[in-house]
């Protein structure tokens, strides 16, 4: 068994992929995905499983290329296991819808979707997340399977997210199975509200969100993922209480979606690891270095390559866009998501790498 077996719920999103990208390219002994989760955020949460389908399509089609020039096919993660893709949450609990389009693109991948259709993955994969009528006829049977064998690198669910998470969670040993939430966290809080003993068998929450002592990046005070469900966070983290009654937040009142209390007396404490923005804006990807690599010659012919850059220099033109003072050929990428899975990558032992909340609910250096 891994070390570090993971449920990765997300709203890609470009650095969203990026994370996935190397959770998927670590070794089977240094990672298991089990479930990558989907909900609303940086774009709607179609064109998220649009990109999540896209991602494994290039993953596919990056292997057999390696394969082809005798190299090691890499992405090992995903030999021992395929990872269950789920749909979630299409909105906040009570917040207006808002997205991150204006910086991701209208499709989360800065547009590459309409301006490269030939990139993208025949549609044919949305039946894989429908119900299919019973009985099937031999031809659409047939049909089915070539859809099934063109995405064979995960496995579709018909069930919504939060039940594929706490179904992990319900068959497996407490403490064996974190949650890597890099998008709002209105998955967890249903999956949580659903079923609160069964939920907190999680080992940790790995959260990118908020700003401690850090600017926001939607208002002054405020970070996207946070502030995108602000109602769903404030559940979450009212887990890391021994009396989570006294830090929930108010009714939503008629009309909202919401959800039930939480039981009284609960068996244990969430522990939440989180990656604020203090934290993630001090780790960049810079175009300079980005520029160096993608221009190598081993890269040459690489599928996944033409791929990313696509949306990579789409990013880093918004991100020069959006502040004129700003060098085009030396800014950098925020990893804001990446930085959550190379935590658990290294071990989850860095001093200082995430601030921790739990026991007393109260935030400390980890």
């Not at 969430?270 to 780790?283: A, G, M, R, S």
């Not at 001093?351 to 007393?360: N, R």
């Amino acid at each position: 068994m891994a070390p570090n077996r993971i449920i990765i719920d997300t709203d890609p999103g470009v650095d969203d992929v990026l994370a996935m990208l190397l959770a998927f390219a670590a070794k089977p002994e240094e990672l298991e995905v089990l479930m990558v989760s989907l909900t609303f955020g940086n774009v709607e949460v179609q064109n998220c499983l649009r990109n999540v389908v896209t991602l494994f399509q290039y993953i596919e089609k990056e292997k057999a290329w390696r394969r082809e020039k005798g190299r090691p096919e890499g992405f090992e993660a995903l030999e021992g296991r395929k990872p269950i893709v789920a749909v979630g949450a299409e909105e906040p609990l009570a917040e207006h819808m808002m997205v991150a389009d204006f910086f991701h693109g209208v499709d989360g991948l800065g547009g590459i979707h309409h301006s490269h259709p030939h990139l993208s993955p025949a549609e044919t994969w949305k039946s894989l997340f429908k119900p299919t009528p019973e009985p099937l006829s031999a031809e659409e049977a047939a049909e089915l399977e070539k859809v099934k064998e063109a995405h064979s690198l995960f496995t579709p669910s018909l069930k919504p997210a939060h039940e594929e998470m706490l179904r992990l969670l319900r068959e497996n040993e407490p403490d064996t199975i974190t949650i890597v939430a890099i998008g709002p966290l209105t998955n967890l809080a249903i999956a949580a509200a659903t079923d609160p003993e069964t939920f907190l068998k999680v080992k940790e929450v790995v959260v990118m969100g908020g700003a401690v002592n850090w600017p926001g990046n939607m208002t002054p005070g405020a970070e996207f993922n946070t502030y995108a469900d602000s109602i769903a966070a404030a559940r979450l983290y009212a887990l890391t209480s021994p009396n989570p009654l006294t830090t929930m937040p108010p009714s939503l009142g008629k009309g909202k979606k919401s959800l039930p209390a939480y039981p009284q007396n609960l068996s244990r404490q969430l522990n939440v690891k989180l990656f604020p923005l203090d934290i993630t804006e001090q780790h960049l990807l810079p175009r300079t270095l980005f520029n160096s690599y993608i221009e190598s010659e081993a890269l040459s012919g690489s599928p996944l390559k033409e791929w990313a850059e696509l949306f990579l220099v789409s990013t880093f033109r918004k991100i020069a866009s959006l502040d004129s003072h700003l060098d085009a050929e030396t800014i950098g990428l925020h990893l804001h998501d990446p930085l959550t899975v190379w935590w658990k990558l290294r071990g989850s032992g860095q001093e200082g790498a995430a601030l921790w909340i739990g026991g007393s609910g109260r935030c400390r250096r980890g």
